[in-house]
Each structure stands twice: as C-alpha cells, then as structure tokens.
C-alpha cells in the first residue's frame, strides 16, 4: 500500500487514534512479556501477580551479561542489577527511580551439589521513605548473566509528598487507643511511630500511601503478652490496618521437658553438659573481650592475677532472666601462663539453664548461617532473650525480643534448642524479607530455620512433661493452592505446609546426594533462597525460586542437577510440582519477504532432553488477527521437522508457534505461551515514512520544549557539537556535521557548562504518516552520557511516541542510567510505533537532570520511521490534466489496497463540475492524445468503468471489483500494472463539453 497515494480518508483513520494508555494494562504487560523473550530468547517464564498484573517473577532461561563484572566489585553488581532493573521495568512496573541499594550476597551454592551465585537487591522508597515490603531482587550466575527478577515492588506508584499531616504523638495516641478498644486495657509499650508507605488495595489495584507504623504491646507476668503493629493514615489519622507482633511457638502437643545438648528440653534425662559459650563477654580490671565461637578468650596486656565477670551476654546476645536477677559469675584469681577452665552456671537449676540455652541456642542459629553462607552476616546483631516468663507452655517473638516461658503447666521451660531457633526464625525472618505473614509463611518458615539448623524435623520435642512434640516436617499438611494461604484456619497448621516442604526436599536431597553433601546443598538453597529472594507468602512460586538456585545452565526448562529431589519434595506436600519442558526446539526464524506467491517453508530440529523420542509436531499460525491454523509438519530427516505456510497478499504479518509430543506422552508448546507469545515474520517491503539527517539549512519542523520542561541549560539545539568528555565531536551522518544535541559549550570549555542541568529539556518532531504501513517504527543514532560528573548513572533518557499529534503520548524507550548505551559513543536505537494508525504522529525525545552534579549530553542523528508496505511499487501519478469549468483540472487518486485478493481497491476523482456524469477508464498502455477539452492518458485499448454522478464537492468514487472485469481481456491480475483515467461531462467549460483527468499507473498484488 503507498504511503502517499493510497490512504484512508481523515475521517475513517481518526477513529483509530488511541486513548492515552494506562500503566501496566494486562495488555501491557503481555507485548512487554513478548518484547523480552523476542529479545531474550523463549525459555524465559513469568509468574504475575495476582493482585496487581505485573510480573513478580521471572525466570527460566538467562540473559548475557551487559558486562563482565569484577566479582569482588558490589558497584559491578549493583550497575549490572540497575540495567537489568530497566530492561525489566515493563514486566514488573516498579519506578527504577523509586529503587535504593540495599544488598549484594554471593551465594557459594557450590560448596554444595549447586554452583555459585550472587543476589543483588533494592527496595523500594520514595525521597527516603521506604514503601512497605517492596523491592526488587536479581539473581545472577558468577558469569553476570541474569537468570532470575522477582519483584515485590508496588508497581506504577507515583510521587507522593513525604510530609505527614498527622504528627507522630498524635499517631501513637490513636494507636493506643485502638488498641484499648480491641482489648479493653492500657498497653504498657508504644514504640516510636515510623513514618513509611503502607500498601493498600484500591478498585483491585496495589498502590501505597503515606503512613505511620506503630508497635503496641502489653507485656506483664502471669498474663498473655499481646502486641500489634498499627498502621495510622498519614493524612487522616485513621487506624487502616494492623498486625500482630506476637509470634508464638504454638501448644499443638505435648512435649516433656529437658534441657540443653541436642534438640530435647531440660529434664532429668537430659542433663546439662558443658557447651561453649561462645562470643561471650569477659568483663575485667584489664577491660572487656569477646570469646570467640568455642568460648576461647584472651585478655591482652596482663599476667594477672585478674578476676573476671562474666554473663549471658556477647556480640550476638543479651539475656535478660525474667524469672529473677540475670546470672553473672565471677572467677578470681586468673594468672598467665596456663589456660582457665570456666564453667559458669555448674548448678544448673531451671532458670539458670534457660539462660544458657536462651545464649547458647541463638549463637548456634548466627553460626549455621556462617557456616553455610561465610559472608552473610544478616544475623551478625545483638538479639534480646527474656527467658523464664512466669507463663506456661509458650513462647513468642515481639519485634523486638524473643521470650520464653518457664515449667509450669504440664510442659518444660520452653527455652531450649528448637523452641529457641523457631523463635530467633521469626527474627530472622524480618531481616531476610520473607516477613511473618498471616497466611503460615512466618511460622512454617519459623520452623524451617529450626529443622535446617539442627537437621531434625521435630520442632520443640517432647515439649509436654507426658511427651509429645510441637510440629514435625514429616507432616502431611497438603497445600491449598495459589492465593489459598490460611485455609487450614490457623497460623501454625497453615505453616506446615511449607515446613512440611522444605523437610521432604532436604529429606531427599540427603538420600540422592548422600547425608553431608546433600545436607549442604539443602543449607545452601535455603540461605540462597533467603539472600536472592523476599518471598512473603506460601506459593507455588517458591518452588521455581529453589530451582533457579539449583540450576546450572541458565535453562530450568530442562530442569537442574537436584531437580527430582526438590520437584518430589514440593509435590509431597501437595505443591502442583514443576514440569519440565521434556522437549527443546532449534530453528532460524523466516525472515520479512516480498514473496506474496510463497509457500513459505518452515523447519525446525525438535529433540528430547529426557530420553525420549518425539512423535510428532504441529505448526500453528495464522494472518494478522486471523484464528489460527494448524498442520502436522513432516520429519524430514533426523530431528528435522517442515511444513510449509501458503503465500500471503502483503502487507501481511504472519505469526507462527509449534507443539511437539514425545513417546513418553509429555507435549508442550514453544513459545511457551503461544499464541500470546509467538515468531513472525512479515510479507512485503520495508519502507520508510520519514527521513532526517539534520543537515537542511532549518529545523524542518523540529521544536524543542514542552510545558512540563525545567531545564536551566543544556536545552536541546541542532548544529555542529562542540566534543567534550560527555558530548560528540562530530555527528554520525557520513560526510554531514549537523544533528541535534543538548546545550553547547564554548570549545575547550568547561563539559558541565553547557549540559543538561536543573531538570529536562525535550525534541519534539515534526508530524508524520503511518497509514499504509504495518508494524513502523523508528530508528536512530542516539549518543546518550550520564556517567562523568560527581553523581554519575543517576538520570536515564526517556523517548515518548504520540499517534496523535502529541495529544497523548506513551513511553516507548529508556536510555540509562546503566549499560553500554549510557556511555559516550553513536549507537543505533530502534523503538515500536504500537496500537492503531498514527495519522499524525510524532517522537519526542526527553534528557533530564535531577541529580546534583550529574553530567548529562543527549545527541541523535539520522533518524528515520520505517515499516512494512505492499510488495507492489507505489503507484505514480503520470500525463497531465487540463483546465476545466471549476478549476485548473481533474486529478485521479487511489485508496486502499493493491491487493487482488483483498479485493479493497477504489478510484477517486476530485476537481470536477459538481453534478456532472463521468467514469473511469483503463487499459495497459499510457498514452497523452488531445481529445475533447484535456488529454487522453491510456492507450487503446480502453476499458471502461461505469459512469456515476459527481457529488456536489466535485469528487466521483468508484470501487473496483476484481471479480467482474469489463472485458476478459480486462482482468486484472496479481503482477499486472493498469493505468487508470477519468472521463467527464463540463459544458460550462465550453469547446467539446467534455474532459479528462490525468491518469495513475497501478502495479497489483496477489
């Protein structure tokens, strides 16, 4: 179809101009879904969210790196977490700009049966304030290629103001008294208001506001310790949320009661034995040292003799005994020379031991996370135990302590071991990010840390005096499925299901692997997974991020080495399981033709990765938004499988997927996701609609500024660019000097004279035409620096595509902050027209600094819009037209297509008498004989078309119908050209009372 002749009429295509589109649409999300794996490769999988539509997690295949990070360089990572955080924005929606640093964790998985990777995480905030459990986490291999993105960020979250209407007193005083309303007395506790975004739902959507969280408790003895957390609207003052803050260690049992070595509580048969205690404080005249993990100290710069103090207190733990004085001893008398045994608490009464155990317990949780990750030091803090309540049968974590209950009530003093471990789990749990949600996560993996630490499923063994155990992994709690959290009704049984799964895949990790290499594949997943990952919910989800951990080859479509182990252990606890893609696919994709006779064949090599053989496969594809067609292709040779697709009428774009089945049953399709996500290719002629090389001696139509532009300096102009650090020399046009950049400075100035200072600065084009044209899209040299400066990689470049004439625009590309293309140098850019026709559309391009002292130079050159048209030459205009009665002469258009079979082709006269007869003709020669008042443009033979009245605006249309030629000799064909005119009455233009047109040659398609 011609870009220039052959258009739809204003009125028709103004009804394809779109609405301003809204952020993260699922049809949003589905082209940024397609554009990834285009770019990316289809292996890649998605999971979205259910309650906002974006994508939380991304996984399946791995994406090469950018650059080669320097693995000892957390810049590198961070750099190489801030590109793929960009290229990523349209999947998961999360502001980039929104996202602060907060971690890089390498993940040494290979000291198991894994291999080694880093996590890098950010969290969300806006201007400082952090937006609650929102950020975004990157998994990489050693190598930089990204295999995992998960996202709990709050996605399309505008700029709020950070200032509180309501003022911290005021929010404390109304979280106190919601929490006398609740349960009828005066807390004891308020902690100090924090001022943050809280996520809320609106109309369906995840958005946040500014909000106070405050900590409320009653603690007192012989009472239940009760706690919540408030969330007091900012503006309002309004309680609009809570949760609690007490997370207890559950009495679903009966446990009798034994202390200290091993997992059992303090009884008569389970004596005290001497265990170390490590990082303790020795206090002395001479000063005070920390022991280290075996409880071995030295005391510099003495020979003594020196008394020494010690307590339940060390780097990593303050015991305060609630059931009296906390213990403290002191040995007198210790002198150089030979090496002191101290054995504090010999007497072992309850207390006393529930103190020690309280101590030691939490020091041999800190030291398995040690031991598994060396670099991990997220429980590297002083944690506060208050053992010996004088409460019953219970313990609880508060938010700020770990408590525990002395013997009373038929059970043992809870401050043992597994109890202990669950307990410091729920700390732990809030600086990992998986949280202690109400649907079972805090508590399953609560538990999980207990069983991981001490390789033992029983959570609080004989808990009871008359035996009997808290929980165990070994349960057989099913899972209730995706967005079901909490349907067992109560915390603890909802968390079994995920301690029930983390129990069956170290079970089985263990018996495929052997007991201490499989126990250190499972301790590295599990922190690996705490590191990479803030999963704050039970879901199937989980399953996938263990398996990405485990994989090795950057595909988990063909599972990874511990796949069967960790697959068996999600399914046993009623997890849908993963399945393997069992079938993997490798082809050339068709590339774009002017072929429209075709057929256009297909082959692709189809194998088994599972030993299986492949028994057939299917191509599907179809016409634009045509249902599509499916056909078994033939095993040619080998893996080889073909089938041909017919030939298509162009414009056309074809898109095509592929199912396979192999011997064992197993079928899937690829792209995954198909037809969502599928190849394809187009039929006709690349052309362009637009062309500029800067080089006129004008701006030709080019404006710079919008309303919303703040710029101080740096505003674009177009010229010859002075070079400096951050701006090019010369432009990219081959022999040419102009082309459009931002600010210029005086030559051998100062770079930050002229650049893009105190906000943004933007490029507006001209109008252009995409009618005719399927799939356009515009390309151009871009030079883009944002790395010199003393606030470097901070602003990114932002280019917006109007369809209508810059009523509305949407994003269409993002350069920076990070990656190869926000470095000084001319690179080739492309970005999609989408949605409906631009009859008049325009690009902008916007530079921006909002970062102090950050250097910023924005360039392109030689852009262009380009497309996909009819395979036919345009039609051309030829012969001349003669003066008549209204004007200087009649002209003959098309509109439509030059396609045979689309059968859409009309002839269009205007410039004639109004009211007047006329009708076309044609034939297959041209011609320029006088005749009448004009000139007749076609050579004989002549066929002519039916005659018709011209309107009073003097135009005559007719559609041609390709099925009922004038004469047979009069058919018109695919690869014919015809060359059309108009005949017409004008007696008012005297001589012979008649004229023509001049005429318009016509190439056909199929």
């Not at 049966?113 to 905030?125: H, L």
């Not at 308020?190 to 369906?204: N, S």
């Not at 057929?599 to 090599?605: C, L, M, S």
């Not at 250097?855 to 819009?865: K, R, S, W």
């Amino acid at each position: 179809m011609s870009s220039k002749t052959l258009r739809l009429s204003c009125l028709v295509a103004s009804l394809f101009v779109a609405a301003p589109a809204t952020a993260l649409e699922a049809q949003d999300v589905e082209e940024a879904v397609r554009e990834w794996r285009t770019d990316h490769g289809s292996g890649w999988r998605v999971r979205t969210h259910r309650a906002n539509g974006a994508v939380e997690f991304l996984y399946g295949s791995a994406a090469p790196a950018p650059f080669r990070p320097n693995a000892n360089r957390a810049v590198d990572w961070y750099a190489l977490a801030r590109h793929w955080s960009l290229e990523t924005a349209g999947l998961h929606g999360v502001d980039v700009g929104q996202l602060v640093r907060e971690d890089v964790v390498f993940l040494p998985l290979g000291t198991g049966a894994g291999t080694d990777k880093y996590a890098v995480s950010f969290v969300q905030e806006i201007d400082g304030l952090r937006v609650e459990d929102a950020g975004l986490n990157l998994l990489f291999d050693t190598n930089g290629r990204l295999l995992a993105v998960q996202s709990t960020g709050v996605p399309a979250l505008a700029p709020q103001t950070t200032a509180a209407q309501v003022a911290p007193a005021d929010a404390a005083a109304a979280a106190r008294r919601a929490f006398v309303d609740q349960i009828g007395i005066q807390p004891n506790h308020v902690g100090a208001p924090e001022l943050l975004f809280a996520r809320y739902e609106v109309a369906g959507r995840q958005t946040a506001r500014l909000a106070w969280h405050v900590d409320v408790a009653f603690e007192v003895p012989d009472a239940e310790p009760r706690g919540w957390k408030y969330t007091i609207d900012a503006a309002s003052g309004n309680v609009v949320g809570r949760r609690t803050n007490v997370h207890y260690a559950d009495v679903t049992g009966r446990v009798e009661t034994m202390a200290s070595p091993g997992t059992l509580p303090d009884n008569g048969s389970n004596p005290e034995q001497p265990l170390a205690a490590g990082y303790v404080r020795i206090d002395s005249t001479a000063g005070s040292v920390f022991a280290d993990r075996d409880g071995n100290f030295t005391i510099p710069g003495t020979n003594g003799p020196l008394d020494v103090t010690v307590a339940y207190l060390g780097r990593f733990n303050d015991v305060n005994n609630q059931g009296g004085s906390d213990y403290t001893v002191t040995f007198p008398g210790l002198t150089s020379g030979q090496t002191h045994n101290l054995l504090m608490n010999p007497g072992t009464s309850e207390f006393d031991t529930g103190q020690a155990n309280a101590y030691v317990h939490i020091g041999i949780v800190r030291d398995f996370i040690r031991d598994t990750f060396p670099g991990d030091s997220t429980a590297d803090f002083v944690a506060v135990s208050r053992p010996n309540l004088p409460q019953s049968c219970n313990a609880f974590f508060n938010g700020s302590s770990v408590n525990y209950f002395r013997s009373s009530g038929g059970c043992v003093n809870t401050a043992y071991s597994t109890v202990v471990a669950h307990e410091f789990g729920h700390w732990l749990n809030v600086r990992y990010g998986t949280g202690n949600g109400g649907d079972g996560m805090g508590e399953g993996n609560a538990d999980t840390w207990s069983m991981y630490t001490y390789d033992d499923p029983i959570v609080g063994e004989d808990f009871f005096n008359s035996g009997g155990d808290i929980r165990n992994g070994n349960n057989n709690r099913q899972y209730c499925g995706d967005g079901n959290g909490g349907c067992y009704g109560e915390v603890h049984a909802d968390g079994e299901v995920w301690m029930g799964a983390a129990w069956k895949v170290r079970t089985n990790l263990k018996n495929s692997l052997g007991s201490t290499l499989g126990q250190a594949t499972a301790d590295g997943l599990f922190m690996g997974w705490l590191n990479a990952f803030d999963q704050r919910q039970i879901d199937s989800v989980i399953e996938l991020q263990w398996l990405v951990l485990d994989d090795d080859d950057g595909n988990v479509n063909n599972g990874s080495p511990n796949y069967a182990a960790i697959d068996a252990g999600f399914q046993t606890q009623g997890f849908p399981g993963f399945e393997l893609a069992g079938i993997e696919y490798a082809f050339a994709p068709l590339t774009d033709t002017t072929d429209e006779f075709g057929p256009y064949q297909v082959a692709i090599d189809v194998t088994s990765t599972l030993g299986a053989t492949i028994t057939g496969v299917e191509l599907s594809y179809h016409v634009g938004e045509a249902d599509p067609l499916t056909v078994a292709m033939t095993n040619v040779s080998g893996d080889t499988w073909q089938a041909p697709i017919p030939g298509e009428p162009s414009p056309a774009i074809i898109g095509y997927s592929f199912a396979a089945t192999d011997s064992a049953g197993r079928s899937n399709a690829w792209p995954a996701l198909a037809p969502v996500d599928e190849f394809g290719f187009n039929v006709g002629v690349l052309d362009t609609f637009l062309s500029y090389d800067f080089e006129a001696g004008s701006d030709e139509g080019w404006t710079v500024g919008i309303l919303n532009d703040s710029a101080t300096a740096g505003l674009w102009e177009r010229g010859d660019p002075a070079g400096t650090i951050a701006q090019p020399e010369d432009d990219h046009t081959p022999g040419g000097t102009n082309c459009w950049f931002t600010g210029q400075g005086a030559p051998g100035g100062n770079p930050d004279d002229a650049d893009v200072d105190g906000g943004q600065t933007t490029l507006v084009s001209p109008p252009f035409d995409t009618r005719g044209f399927l799939a356009p899209r515009i390309r151009y040299w871009q030079w883009y620096s944002n790395g010199e400066g003393a606030a470097p990689n901070l602003d990114s470049a932002w280019i917006d595509i109007s369809r209508n004439n810059g009523a509305s625009w949407v994003l269409a590309g993002r350069v920076g902050p990070f990656g190869p293309e926000a470095t000084p140098g001319w690179r080739l850019n492309e970005v999609p027209i989408t949605g409906p026709t631009a009859i008049a559309g325009r690009v902008r391009f916007r530079a921006q600094d909002f970062a102090d002292d950050s250097l910023i130079e924005l360039a392109i050159d030689d852009l262009e819009g380009v497309g996909v048209r009819s395979s036919c030459d345009e039609p051309q205009r030829y012969c001349q037209t003669a003066p008549n009665s209204v004007g200087p002469g009649a002209v003959v258009e098309a509109f439509g297509s030059q396609s045979v079979s689309a059968d859409q082709l009309y002839l269009v006269g205007s410039g004639l008498p109004p009211f007047q007869f006329g009708l076309f003709y044609y034939g297959a020669t041209q011609a320029m004989t006088p005749i009448g008042n004009g000139f007749v443009c076609v050579g004989s033979p002549l066929y002519r078309l039916p005659a018709g009245q011209v309107t009073d605006i003097g135009v005559l249309v007719h559609q041609l119908d390709f099925s009922s030629p004038p004469e047979p000799a009069a058919q018109i064909t695919p690869g014919s050209t015809w060359n059309f005119g108009l005949w017409y009455r004008d007696p008012a233009g005297g001589g012979a009372g008649f004229n023509f047109s001049d005429a318009i040659s016509i190439q056909f398609c199929r």
